[in-house]
């Protein structure tokens, strides 16, 4: 109450004020909004009466306070501003520019080469095209505003005196609005008025963040405490408040009443537009913001525009393209002034005076020819290059999105691409951050265990029950990869027990409606309770624990009325009373049931919505249905069957009232089963089962789930009470004095209430375990009471680090009794802080820290965070793809080592550095030990490492991608304070140095702010192509700095999704996402800029050669239609369809072999060499195809066009036989396209040449094209002169595929070779067995083929390791050493050799004999685990390949008779200098190489 | 089955061949088995019918006489010297004399040729009026400003036909004479000075202005010819259908040449005795000598040729698809020794390990 509001000294402020403090502020900032009733005459105008003036009133007032009304105008043009506005933006474009620049040299005449409209007829329809674009946007745009515009609501009239109907965009600030249940809020509004009788409103913002939880709002202080409705005509209050701004999450004013008090108004008074009234019959309220000012809005920045690497990199080339035309015409120019020099003065016949007579004097004519060739030449720096790139971006972003591979059955989600013009960035990643929670977990809490009061209770049978979901999941999967199958579960079902049934129908629930497609049924059925699926909700008590909690509730029943009822208790059972008190009450659930409404809420009946009792009723039907044998459903069996249609079933009636009757008759017989065999009290659980709780995080949800198992059921709350059923004592009710919120800094939260039984007041604090175990009251350890306690801390404590490595989340509980004094001391500064204006969250802040000290500890929580499906095989993906995964989790670090585990980012095998330091200094000495550790085993230092491999500078370092196949290169976890220490400017070198090194990054407790540095400092530092993936607010800040951004559009809202490039379900998409499409996309769009630049090259030499022989005259021999269009149209269709379609390996060999994605880290497809060497490719054919015409058609009568027409028709064939040369599947599309080109190119020429006689000067082509067809030169040329250009790059190709095959061509040759034995390896994969599976499976030979190329490095590395044993023990201790490629080939290898000679088989037989572990070979190249497993004696792993290694290679000498000695590779020789004879005993032999090392 | 396509999620993709870019795709790999084929059977295509080519070019016989007149070269040096100077240079004639042994086979073509002669140079090429040599009136009396600077004379009168391509008409002609026997008298072979241009241009390109009053000179009135020209446009032939923009001789000089060294046809010999070719016996071509070359390192030649079905003789064609028949021939040997070499070595690959 102290601080005055800022806007007493505004101008529009009544002048009723009496008290006028000094000002914080300056007078006139303007940081505050002042907002008065429309129904109120303004201030100095006496007669109120006058209603013409009020629509002047309010335009003055408008214009003087500039408010924007409420329409929604989300359009950039109006009919008039199009054309201009649109223009203007197009010539942001520099290539837009710089083609009208030279469309419009052509209106010069001494330069020009083409007629002035046609040179601009490209570059208009460019521009047209791009116009047509943004004007179909606009326009739907325009469409989608005005449906929103004229959207109805009911808005208080004047005249009236009542509510009327007015469209949205009439709303104008000051206005009240009248909003009904289910409506959408048209404006920030703020709530004046409720039918709740507590002024409460309840509303769900998923149109805003997707969070669908309810969020409670509430009636400004001082209105809720109206009796009589509220009259908007009685309102005389001026509420000042902040500017409009876009933070969600705030708002902060007054209001002041006519009697000059005020009040303060916070978030939870305002009403944002986009959210929708839920569980409130009406609210009225006043407008604050309208329209483009409201906060949902502002949040609404349109979409990202990111450039990709390989733009980047194309942009750069596209300079080179500028300095190459500018040589070519440099040279040109040079040319020509010595040519007119030269035949000028001889008064040659053919040179052309100028047009007074005067003779040209060299240097113009140089000038003027410089031009010309820009305009002639202007190909070079292709149109279409731009438009071709969107393009295709667009259709890959179409593909992407239509992947049904990447689409989530489970919510009907599939992956959104946000941004359009990164797509192949996907394929060029290098390092991946990730969040944690939520991402690689499912976030979806389940309490797992508890301790309380030092005692753990670890509630096995919970365990097994979630261990069921566990297994039911991937029975379920199963079953459906298996397709057809699913009937047969059915038959199972029918003659096996009820309880096998029942578990699998409750898996299949929980799968249906448990899992995330609760997201979905909320959107379509709109209404739905978050985090409480059966797995989150059926909690399995501990017996012992259950039996307290009973025990404690008996005895409290029985001592209720006595003086101290707790005094009763043990300590103990004392602790485990409050514990699940504090569980209930601790949190901000909500309560909503939907059998038993609040009377004061629901009224109406819509209230009720029906879609609650649907879902319900859903959830309960299937299974009655198919447990009561109903065989006509049954026997369908599976669950989506009866899900799905059951869904279209009841959508199609969802408004139907009849369907609740039919709920009510069908809850009866399920509610027996629905409550299975794990709820022991079911006579409370019946009416228990009928509350809901709207939870706003899924922790919270847990524990009320959790402490509803053991009978303390929240079952009701409202803002100032709340109340616990327990089965004696019956319903406790609690006054609810505060809630002191959440926060990420506080970590914990707490309540402070008035306990029924005592009477006193109790503070409940929840809060992580780091926090809130520091501020417990300290005990004495001299009495026996405080002895006690340290050893309950201490046993906590132990628990909860035992809970910390199982991975669970913990929180602690504690709680604090306040005297009555203490009380009211607090009470007093925090009322201030909360009246306060100003810095009210700061004070808040510091008001809570004063309340949660000295507390008594209760008891602590386990909460298990699944790992989402497929998580650790995505992650072993993308890792063996060269991919280096960091993972950055606010999360404690044991809990993160554990879940890091849990998904194979970290393994048992390898070495974890932990890096935690105190303080600067203790970092700077950690982080140099560290490095000189890892310097002194890591083996990259030795030159072999870094064959094979392109690395990115740091020589030195082992290039990221080999650190997979390479020995073990240890783990690196690191603490958020250790972290910021590490990121300080002279750390951060040696920190990425060492995290470079390391095979994972694992951040711990780690801020938002922290994540977007190091994903910052790697991106910067190290130039790598960054990902983050993430699903919460607490990501945002990372996804928007790396390159790629990837929201998981999961429970915890929308912000990451927002924030995001890529949106998808699951973080296992990623894998699909990266490798697949990733890789497709870059490798596609790479050859196509490629291709590109190479077709335009070319045909521009052809000009620039032909200079040579028209005196560097800029004149063309190709028609200037031709030369125009060519780009254009001609040329243009096929590239475009292999842009988009062409696969360069199949999808499902690039997840069987990951490591074909380090081709686009390495930039292998696009990189300036490549460049080069395309030019010089591109400069070649030109050269060949503008020979062979010249000397065909030397010295003969042909003329200009008629010689020039060919070459384009050469041009057009070479360019399509090149693209043929790089298209990599062809597909009907391909072929179409060619012969469109092709066919349209004659087709136009023929239309052209046959059009006019004499128009088109000065080509004047008329006849041409057809004479040509009836030459045989012509065709004779056009056959000979592609092949003869592209004869070079063929051999090259078939050279280069044959002897040095890029892993690439050895994946498609692979994908060529086996297509259809690509899907039985998948299933491998998926199950993990790999083990003596029988040599049936054609996966290996599969498998083979794709490490061919691998191998050569794997045994280069392998035998490094052999050969310096005592300089990595520890690489030859690691089973990782040994490349899981070697073992296989060996495999195959042995199975290839069976087959090609008969006599072998015996000697396998040896060779297996001998080497016992030969049989246990892993058949797939991806497993590395199991294969270290199976070796876990390193030794004698690696002695074993190497042994049959040798054997093979003597095996093979004898059946290649041809050997040259030569072709052995190095360290083959190294190891055998001789090939074995064919007769020596082959055990001896693995003996021999045995005792090599 | 009937609920799966009701069952399926508002947003699941299409699962079509197209949207999971599943098309049915031929996938061409450069293996050896594929590529040695290719290269084998392309070479030997190209090589059989470079071979055809090659003889074909070489069965066409050509005679061709260089009479620039540089320095001692017969008779037209003289005239070479006497164009040195003068703007009009003044008429002269020389004659190229020569023997046919055998008969020369028909249909035997006359061309001229000329080297380092810059017909392609681009303000050189844009100098016409296309519109104006169609016939059209009003272009007639007002050429192109692309003519400048001859577009009009400085009396103000249009050039018809303006521009320089026209004005640098080629202006020698010439005459061939045939002697049977020796001391016989010479008789002058009829040449065919019609159907030497193309078709179109000298029917629809190229037409004369309305005639008035019957005249083609009166069409004419109120032009001037080209600064070079002797006579007139429309006294560029005796024969009326010949003369004016239809003359044949201007028509295929107006389609300009695309390189530096080009021919241009003059004649054609088909009549007469003359239909079957040259009978054997000696030859001389007077040539009256106009046309100077020698300012700026032209050459000029005359030059007597007879075609085959791919038109004049060019050897390079042939010799083209022979050398790229033959390299990839080459390149198919290169490859198998490069593929058995793999295959042994991929064999001993895997055989080592």
């Known amino acids: 109450m102290q601080r005055e509001p800022a806007a007493a000294e505004e101008p529009g402020c009544p002048g009723g004020r009496r008290r006028r403090r000094r000002r914080r502020r300056r007078p006139g900032d303007g940081r505050t909004r002042v907002v008065r009733s429309n129904l109120l005459p303004p201030p100095g105008v006496e007669d109120p009466a006058a209603g013409a003036a009020k629509g002047a009133r309010r335009r003055r007032r408008g214009g003087a306070q500039r408010l924007a009304d409420n329409r929604l105008k989300t359009t950039k043009y109006t009919l008039l501003s199009f054309l201009p506005k649109n223009l203007f933006e197009q010539f942001h474009r520099l290539a837009n520019v710089y083609f009208v620049f030279i469309a419009l040299l052509n209106f010069v005449p001494a330069v020009n080469a083409f007629q002035p409209g046609l040179a601009l007829a490209p570059v208009l329809f460019i521009l047209a095209v791009t116009a047509f674009k943004d004007l179909w946007e606009d326009y739907s745009r325009h469409r989608s505003d005005h449906e929103i515009n004229h959207l109805g609501c009911l808005v208080f009239s004047r005249e009236e005196k009542q509510y009327v109907n007015r469209f949205w965009k009439e709303i104008r600030v000051g206005d009240f609005v009248r909003l009904r249940c289910n409506e959408i809020i048209p404006a920030d509004i703020l709530l004046l008025s409720s039918s709740d009788p507590d002024g409460l409103c309840h509303i769900e913002t998923a149109n805003l963040d997707g969070e669908t939880n309810l969020k409670r709002r509430q009636v400004v202080r001082g209105f809720s405490e109206l009796v009589s409705e509220f009259n908007p005509l009685m309102f005389t209050s001026v509420i000042e408040c902040e500017k409009p701004n876009n933070d969600l999450t705030r708002f902060r004013g007054c209001i002041i009443h006519d009697n000059g008090k005020k009040a303060g108004l916070y978030k939870e008074n305002l009403l944002l537009r986009g959210c929708t009234i839920r569980n409130t019959e009406a609210v009225v309220g006043i407008v604050i913001y309208a329209g483009h ?66 003779s040209l004097s060299p240097v113009t004519a140089a000038v003027y020819s410089f031009l010309t060739m820009i305009i002639i030449l202007q190909v070079l720096i292709p149109i279409s290059l731009y438009v071709s790139i969107e393009i295709v971006k667009v259709c890959q972003v179409y593909f992407i999105n239509q992947d049904i591979e990447l689409y989530d059955e489970e919510t009907d989600s599939q992956l959104q691409c946000r941004a359009l013009n990164i797509t192949e960035d996907l394929g060029q990643i290098q390092y991946i951050f990730s969040d944690k929670t939520g991402t690689l977990t499912e976030n979806k809490m389940v309490f797992r265990r508890c301790t309380v ?52 129908q409750s898996t299949k629930s929980h799968r249906r409606t448990g899992s995330r497609a609760e997201a979905k049924w909320a959107s379509m059925l709109s209404k739905h309770t978050a985090f409480s699926s059966p797995m989150e909700k059926d909690i ?54 939907p059998d038993q409404p609040r009377q004061k809420v629901r009224v109406r009946f819509e209230v009720k919505s029906p879609v609650k009792t649907i879902e319900d009723f859903l959830r309960r039907f299937s299974p009655s249905r198919l447990t009561s044998g109903c065989s006509s459903i049954g026997s369908l069996a599976t669950n989506k069957a009866t899900h799905k249609s059951g869904s279209n079933f009841l959508s199609t009636l969802s408004n139907d009232r009849t369907l609740l009757k039919l709920e009510e008759k069908l809850s009866q017989p399920t509610k027996a089963i629905a409550s299975n065999g794990y709820s022991s009290g079911a006579k409370e659980k019946e009416q228990e089962w009928e509350l809901r709780y709207e939870a706003e995080s899924p922790d919270e949800a847990a524990l009320v789930y959790a402490a509803r198992a053991y009978n303390c059921a929240l079952v009701d709350r409202l803002h100032d009470q709340v109340s616990v059923e327990l089965p004696h004592l019956g319903r406790l009710t609690f006054e609810l004095l505060h809630i002191l919120g959440f926060d990420s800094i ?21 809060g992580a375990d780091s926090v809130v175990m520091d501020l417990l009251l300290p005990c004495s350890s001299d009495d026996a009471r405080g002895r006690h306690q340290k050893k309950i801390r201490s046993k906590t404590q132990n628990y909860l680090n035992l809970y910390a490595v199982e991975g669970l989340r913990t929180l602690c509980i504690a709680k604090r009794v306040l005297s009555k004094e203490e009380y009211a001391c607090w009470l007093q500064s925090h009322l201030e802080a909360e009246s306060s204006l100003d810095n009210r969250e700061e004070l808040l802040f510091q008001s809570a820290i004063r309340l949660e000290t000295n507390l008594h500890l209760l008891g602590a929580t386990g909460i298990e965070d699944r790992l989402q499906d497929g998580v650790p095989e995505t992650i072993a993906k993308l890792r063996q793809a060269g991919l280096q995964i960091w993972v950055l989790t606010g999360d404690k670090q044991e809990t993160a080592i554990n879940i890091a585990y849990a998904c194979k980012l970290l393994d048992h095998d390898e070495e974890v550095i932990t890096l935690n330091a105190e303080s600067q200094e203790a970092c700077a000495a950690l982080l140099d030990q560290c490095l000189h550790y890892v310097k002194s085993k890591s083996p990259c230092s030795t030159p072999q490492k870094t064959e094979g491999n392109v690395s990115v500078g740091f020589s030195p370092l082992c290039p990221p991608s080999t650190s997979t196949t390479s020995g073990p290169s240890p783990s690196l976890v690191i603490d958020g304070r250790s972290l910021a220490y ?130 560097f005259s800029a004149s063309a021999m190709i028609d200037q239609w031709y030369l125009i269009f060519f780009n254009l149209l001609f040329s243009s269709l096929p590239q475009l369809v292999t842009g988009v379609l062409d696969k360069d390996v199949p999808a499902d060999v690039l997840l069987t072999a990951p490591q074909l994605y380090k081709s686009g880290q390495n930039m292998e497809e696009y990189r300036p060499r490549t460049f080069w060497l395309n030019m010089a490719d591109a400069a070649f054919q030109s050269l060949v195809c503008f020979f062979i015409p010249y000397l065909a058609y030397y010295d003969s009568d042909t003329d200009v066009f008629t010689w020039g027409t060919p070459i384009t028709a050469i041009a057009l064939f070479t360019f399509l036989l090149h693209l043929g040369i790089e298209t990599k599947t062809w597909t009907w599309l391909n072929w179409i396209a060619c012969g469109f080109s092709i066919l349209l190119f004659f087709t136009v020429a023929l239309i052209y040449n046959a059009s006019c006689a004499t128009c088109y000067p000065p080509s004047n082509p008329y006849w041409t094209m057809q004479t040509l067809l009836g030459d045989p030169v012509f065709y004779l040329t056009c056959l000979i002169a592609p092949v003869a250009a592209l004869l070079p790059r063929l051999f090259f190709k078939a050279v280069q595929g044959n002897l040095f095959p890029t892993q690439l061509q050895l994946g498609r040759q692979l994908a060529k070779r086996s297509p259809k034995k690509l899907i039985a390896p998948k299933e491998t994969f998926a199950q993990g067995h790999l083990l003596g599976e029988p040599r049936t499976e054609s996966s290996e030979q599969r498998s083979i083929k794709t490490s061919g190329p691998l191998s050569q490095d794997c045994t280069s590395q392998a035998s490094w390791h052999v050969q310096q044993p005592a300089c990595s023990p520890e690489a030859s201790g690691e089973p990782n050493v040994v490349d899981m490629n070697m073992p296989l080939r060996e495999d195959i290898l042995l199975e290839e050799l069976s087959g090609q000679a008969p006599g072998s088989v015996p000697r396998e037989a040896i060779l297996e004999g001998c080497s016992g572990a030969s049989k246990m070979k892993p058949t797939s190249t991806s497993r590395t685990a199991p294969l270290s497993s199976i070796f876990n004696l390193p030794n004698f792993s690696s002695l074993n390949w190497i042994s049959s290694f040798s054997l093979v290679s003597g095996l093979g000498s004898i ?39 | 089955m009937t609920w799966s396509a009701a069952a399926r999620g508002a947003h699941q993709p299409d699962n079509t061949a197209f949207t999971q870019q599943r098309l049915p795709a031929w996938q061409p790999l450069l293996s050896a088995s594929i590529a040695l084929p290719l290269f084998f059977c392309a070479g030997l295509a190209f090589i059989g019918l470079g071979l055809g080519l090659f003889y074909s070019s070489n069965g066409i016989k050509e005679l061709e006489y260089d009479y620039t007149g540089t320095a001692g070269t017969g008779g037209c040096s003289a005239c ?21 042994a055998e008969l020369f086979p028909g249909p035997v073509y006359l061309y001229y040729e000329l080297t380092n002669f810059y017909q392609n140079n681009r303000r050189y090429s844009v100098s016409r009026d296309d519109a104006q040599l169609s016939g059209l009136p ?11 600077p001859y577009q009009r004379r400085a009396s103000g009168l249009p050039i018809a036909p303006c521009g320089a391509i026209a004005n640098s008409l080629f202006n020698d002609s010439f005459s061939l004479w045939h002697r049977r026997r020796a001391g016989g008298p010479y008789v002058e072979v009829p040449l065919d000075r019609t159907g030497i241009a193309w078709w179109t241009d000298c029917h629809v390109k190229f037409r004369n202005p309305p005639l008035v009053n019957g005249s083609l000179a009166l069409a004419f009135h109120g032009t001037a010819p080209p600064p070079n020209w002797p006579r007139p446009v429309y006294a560029l032939s005796p024969d009326p259908n010949n003369t004016g923009f239809v003359n044949q001789d201007f028509v295929v000089w107006m389609r300009t040449a695309a390189l530096p060294t080009f021919r241009k046809l003059y004649a054609r010999i088909r009549q007469g005795n003359y239909s079957a070719g040259l009978p054997r016996g000696s030859y001389v071509v007077n040539i009256t000598y106009n046309y100077p070359v020698r300012a700026f390192g032209g050459r000029k030649l005359v030059v007597l040729s007879n075609i085959s079905w791919m038109g004049g003789k060019n050897p390079f064609l042939g010799i083209a698809y022979l050398a790229v028949g033959s390299l990839c021939i080459l390149v198919g040997f290169v490859m198998l020794v490069v593929y058995i070499r793999y295959q042994d070595q991929n064999d001993e690959d895997e055989d080592e390990e």
């Not at chain 1, 020509?336 to 005067?358: I, N």
């Not at chain 1, 707490?750 to 005592?758: A, D, E, K, Y």
């Not at chain 1, 694992?1002 to 910052?1016: E, I």
């Open chain 2, 80 to 100: 070479a010297l006497a164009d040195r100077g003068r703007a009009p240079p003044p008429p002269c004639s020389c004659a190229w004399h020569f023997s046919l």
């Open chain 1, 1455 to 1493: 059946l290649q008779f041809s050997r040259n000695s030569l072709q052995m590779d190095k360290q083959d020789s190294e190891f055998l200098p001789s090939p074995p004879q064919p007769d020596q005993d082959l055990c001896g032999l693995s003996g021999q190489t045995t005792d090599y090392f």
């Open chain 1, 293 to 358: 000012e409201t906060k949902a809005l502002l949040n609404n920045s349109g979409p990202r525009y990111k450039r990709s690497q390989l733009e980047r990199q194309m942009n750069c080339d596209v300079l080179w393209c500028v300095l190459l035309l500018i040589c070519m015409s440099l040279f040109s120019a040079v040319g020509h002034g010595l040519w007119v020099q030269r035949y000028q003065e001889k008064k040659s016949l053919f040179d052309v005076p100028e047009s007074d007579g005067s």
């Open chain 1, 540 to 593: 399995t008590p501990d017996p012992k624990l259950f039996e307290k909690v009973s025990e404690c509730d008996r005895c409290l029943a029985i001592a209720r009325h006595q003086e101290h009822p707790l005094a009763h208790l043990s300590p103990e059972l004392s602790d485990v009373f409050d514990f699940f008190i504090a569980l209930t009450i601790c949190n901000t659930v909500v309560v909503t049931s």
């Open chain 1, 746 to 766: 506080r970590k914990r939260m707490s309540v402070v209430i008035r306990h029924p039984l005592t009477d006193e007041i109790n503070v409940y604090t929840k």
């Open chain 1, 982 to 1111: 590490a990121l300080d400017k002279n750390l951060e070198d040696k920190f990425l140095f060492l995290a470079k090194q390391c095979r994972s990054v694992l951040c711990c407790r780690s801020t938002p702010l922290q994540k977007s540095m190091v994903v910052k400092l790697v991106r910067s530092k190290l130039k790598a192509m960054t990902l983050a993936i993430g699903d919460g607010a607490n990501d945002v800040s990372m996804i928007q700095v790396a390159d790629v951004g990837v929201g998981i559009s999961g429970q915890e809202g929308m912000q990451a999704v927002m924030a995001s490039d890529f949106a998808v379900p699951r973080f296992r998409y990623l894998e699909r996402l990266l490798i697949v499409h990733g890789h497709w996309c870059y490798s596609r769009l790479a050859n196509m800029v490629l291709y590109f630049f190479y077709k335009n090259t070319m045909f521009v030499g052809l000009l620039f050669w032909f200079q040579f022989y028209c005196g």
């Open chain 1, 453 to 504: 009061s030092g005692i753990e209770y670890s509630h096995d049978a919970n365990a097994q029950r979630l261990a069921r979901y566990q297994e039911a999941d991937s029975e379920e999967e199963e079953a459906v990869s298996k397709g057809g199958s699913l009937p047969q579960r059915g038959s199972i079902g029918s003659h096996q027990s009820v309880r096998i049934m029942h578990r699998s």
């Open chain 2, 138 to 148: 009003s272009a007639l009396r007002h050429p192109a400003n692309e003519c400048a």
